[in-house]
C-alpha cells in the first residue's frame, strides 16, 4: 500500500476546507470538509466539471430544502420526501453524481433550528460550497497528475511482460497455468492503460504548439494501447492452440518462431523509438516490415495442400494463428509509422520522466 496523490489532495483539502470555515466562525465547519470529499477528482479537467456540476446539486438541494421546510416543516418524514424529490431532479437533470452532496447540503439546511431559517440555510449552503472550492483549488495547485508518465510506463511494463510470454510460447517452454494467470491480469492492464489514456486525454493544454503536439501523441498512445492488445490476442491463439501449433510441420513452426521475434524485436524498437532512446530511420534508409506476410501464407496454403482433410479444424484454427500474427504485424507498422511521422514535427520533444510504476 501506498500514499498516492488523490488520497494526500484528499487530505489536504479537508483540512483546508476545515481550515477555512473556522476562519469565517462557520458554525459548522465539518459541513466544508465533508463537501470537500465529494469534490476531489483524478484530473483538473474534471474537477472543473465537478466543481461546476456541484454548484447546480447544491442549489437543488438549498432550494428544496427551504421550500420544504417553509411550507410544511422539517419533520423526518417531509425530509425523507424531499430526499426523494431531490434525487429526482439530479436524475432528470443528469447530475447523478451531486446526489450525494445535494443530500447532505439538504439534510444541514433542514436539521431543526431556532431563529432566522432563511440566514441559517445561506450558512450551511456556503459552509459546503467552501469545501467544494477548497477541493478544487488543492485540485489545481497541489501535485498535477502527470498522466502521460503513468500510461507511457504502464504501456511499456505490460508489452515487455506479454512479448516474454510470446517468445516462451513459440518456443513451448512455459507453465501453462502460471500462463492462464497472467493473461487474466494483462486484460486488467489493457483496461487500466485505457484509463490512463482516458485522463491524460483529458488534461487541457493552454498554448497552440502544446495542443498540436498532444493531438498527434494523443493519436500515438491509442495505437500503443491497440497495439499491445493485439500482441495479448496473439499470445492468446498461441495459448489456447498450442496443440495445433506442434502439428505443424517443423519447417512451418520455425516460421512462425522466427516471424514472431522479428515482430515482438520490432514492436520493442519503435516503443523505445518514441521517446527517443533508438534514433529515426533516415529517410533514405528503408525499413522492411517487421514480418513476412507471403511467407506466413505460402507456408499455410502449402500446409493446407498436404493436407487431405479439409474440414480438418486443425487447419482452422492453425489459420486463426497466421491472421492475429499477421494483424498484430500491421499494427506495429502503422505504430512505426506514426511515431516517424511524429518525430518529423517535433523532434526530440517528447520527455518521460522516470515514475514509479
Not at 515487455?160 to 493473461?183: A, C, N, V
Not at 502503422?334 to 518525430?343: E, G, M, Q
Request: aromatic share 10%; charged share 20%.
Amino acid at each position: 500500500m501506498k500514499l498516492g496523490a488523490r488520497i494526500l489532495k484528499t487530505g489536504i483539502a479537508i483540512a483546508l476546507s476545515l481550515f477555512i470555515g473556522q476562519l469565517l466562525h462557520s458554525p459548522s465547519p465539518v459541513l466544508a470538509g465533508i463537501s470537500a470529499i465529494f469534490a476531489i477528482q483524478p484530473t483538473i479537467y474534471r474537477s472543473y466539471l465537478t466543481i461546476i456540476e456541484q454548484i447546480q446539486g447544491n442549489i437543488i438541494g438549498a432550494l428544496c430544502g427551504v421550500i420544504f421546510v417553509l411550507l410544511l416543516g422539517n419533520h423526518f418524514i417531509v425530509v425523507g420526501l424531499a430526499a426523494i424529490i431531490v434525487i429526482l431532479l439530479n436524475l432528470k437533470l443528469k447530475l447523478e453524481n451531486t446526489i450525494g452532496l445535494s443530500l447532505v447540503t439538504l439534510i444541514s439546511i433542514m436539521e431543526l433550528q431556532s431563529g432566522n431559517f432563511i440566514q441559517f440555510a445561506g450558512i450551511r449552503f456556503t459552509t459546503i460550497m467552501i469545501g467544494v472550492f477548497s477541493a478544487f483549488l488543492v485540485n489545481l495547485i497541489f501535485m498535477p497528475p502527470k498522466y502521460e508518465n503513468k500510461l507511457y510506463f504502464k504501456i511499456v511494463t505490460t508489452t515487455e511482460e506479454i512479448i516474454k510470454w510470446i517468445r516462451l510460447s513459440t518456443r513451448h517452454d512455459y507453465d501453462h497455468q502460471l500462463l492462464k494467470e497472467d493473461i487474466k491480469t494483462f486484460k486488467d492492464s489493457i483496461q487500466s492503460m485505457e484509463q490512463l489514456y482516458t485522463m491524460y486525454k483529458e488534461e487541457r493544454s493552454y498554448f497552440k504548439k502544446v495542443k498540436l503536439e498532444k493531438s498527434r501523441k494523443l493519436v500515438i498512445y491509442r495505437q500503443l494501447n491497440i497495439t499491445a492488445k493485439k500482441a495479448l490476442d496473439t499470445l492468446k491463439r498461441l495459448h489456447r492452440f498450442e496443440n495445433e501449433l506442434l502439428q505443424l510441420p517443423e519447417n512451418f513452426q520455425q516460421c512462425i518462431q522466427d516471424q514472431l521475434d522479428s515482430l515482438i524485436y520490432h514492436h520493442e524498437q519503435v516503443i523505445l523509438r518514441f521517446i527517443g532512446k533508438i534514433p529515426i530511420p533516415s529517410s533514405s534508409v528503408k525499413e522492411t516490415n517487421c514480418i513476412n506476410k507471403k511467407e506466413l501464407f505460402d507456408f499455410y496454403l502449402k500446409h493446407v495442400r498436404e493436407n487431405d482433410d479439409h474440414d480438418n479444424p486443425h487447419l482452422y484454427h492453425s489459420m486463426q494463428i497466421i491472421a492475429t500474427i499477421i494483424d498484430y504485424g500491421e499494427q506495429v507498422e502503422h505504430l512505426d509509422t506514426l511515431i516517424t511521422s511524429f518525430h518529423s514535427y517535433h523532434h526530440n520533444e517528447v520527455s518521460i520522466d522516470e515514475v514509479q510504476h
